[in-house]
């Protein structure tokens, strides 16, 4: 306890020194208050405040600092044996007469090329007999105006270049492209083919695998915690946020996508090791029906 003080009596100085004293009070009195009821949270079993990690993105964007005593060194001539080659251009030089060719000295030059690329696909109308119109379908995986060039560049500048859509437009427009705000926004959000990509690769990984690993881990999403669960093996990787950690919601994650449901005889003899009541296991075995559709069929 703090002895009765005539702050009457007191001159500025002495005040402000009270002032100083009585808030680092308050502060200690604040955090001994929070691990007391973070303390009494774990006792009572109970789920303390989400730890939830900052973005990584302004740490990741810039060079890590070298570790204390360790000079970094520079490596010199080892990337470029990793490059592969797009072309190949012949310098040629005046030389006298009489001279011997004695190869080429190979120089390599890095260049990147970006520039708009319009393909207008010619599709042939015909008209039948009958009075129909029959029009030449696109070739596969064209979706909408914007190729598959176009939509990987858009969104790599976008989640890894960190441009916002206005600078997008504006950017696609210097390169003699009309892609309006709409279109990119659209081709950010639309996740059908990231989707349909991501089920084949699991459904191929799990046709040939020869063995799978599992793991999972916390994950939130829309302000809800959610379970990250990944499957594959030393040659591909799938990943499926969930809202549950259950055993049946992992069996639905494997499935891959497939909403059917088949009663074969690995399933009947499945039920039967799990004591389901022979009544059922009857009324399955014996029904004509064997495929269906869906959980609700």
């Given at each position: 306890m703090l002895p009765r003080v005539d702050l009457d009596h007191l001159s500025s100085a002495d005040l402000k020194a009270l002032v100083i004293r009585l808030m680092e009070r308050i502060a200690g009195l604040e955090h001994t208050v929070a691990a007391l009821r973070e303390e009494l949270a774990r006792l009572k079993g109970l789920k303390g405040p989400p730890s939830i990690k900052p973005s990584g993105m302004e740490q990741a964007s810039g060079d890590a600092?070298?570790?204390?005593?360790?000079?970094?060194?520079?490596?010199?001539?080892?990337?470029?044996?990793?490059?592969?080659v797009h072309e190949d251009r012949v310098v040629k030089v005046a030389v006298p007469a009489g001279s011997r060719f004695k190869g080429y000295e190979d120089f390599l030059v890095q260049d990147v090329i970006v520039r708009a690329h319009v393909i207008r696909y010619r599709r042939e109308r015909w008209l039948t007999p009958d009075g129909q119109t029959v029009i030449a379908p696109l070739p596969a995986g064209i979706a909408g105006h914007c190729g598959a060039d176009l939509r990987r560049y858009v969104l790599?500048?976008?989640?890894?270049?960190?441009?916002?859509?206005?600078?997008?437009?504006?950017?696609?427009?210097?390169?003699?492209?009309?892609?309006?705000?709409?279109?990119?926004?659209?081709l950010l959000t639309d996740q059908a083919p990231f989707i349909g990509e991501a089920r084949a690769v699991l459904r191929a990984g799990l046709r040939t695998a020869r063995w799978i690993s599992v793991d999972d881990t916390g994950a939130r999403h829309k302000a809800v915690n959610g379970v990250c669960t990944q499957i594959g093996d030393d040659r591909f990787t799938a990943f499926a946020?969930?809202?549950?950690?259950?055993?049946?919601?992992?069996l639905d994650v494997l499935r891959a996508g497939y909403p059917d449901y088949a009663i074969n005889a690995e399933a009947l003899d499945y039920l039967r090791s799990r004591a389901l009541p022979q009544h059922a296991i009857t009324r399955l075995a014996e029904h004509p029906c064997k495929q269906f559709a869906d959980e609700g069929a």
């Open positions: 600092p070298p570790k204390e005593g360790r000079r970094k060194r520079r490596r010199r001539g080892r990337g470029a044996a990793n490059l592969s790599a500048l976008y989640h890894q270049g960190q441009l916002t859509v206005p600078r997008l437009v504006e950017h696609l427009a210097s390169l003699g492209l009309r892609v309006s705000k709409r279109q990119i926004v659209r946020t969930t809202s549950s950690k259950s055993r049946l919601n992992f």
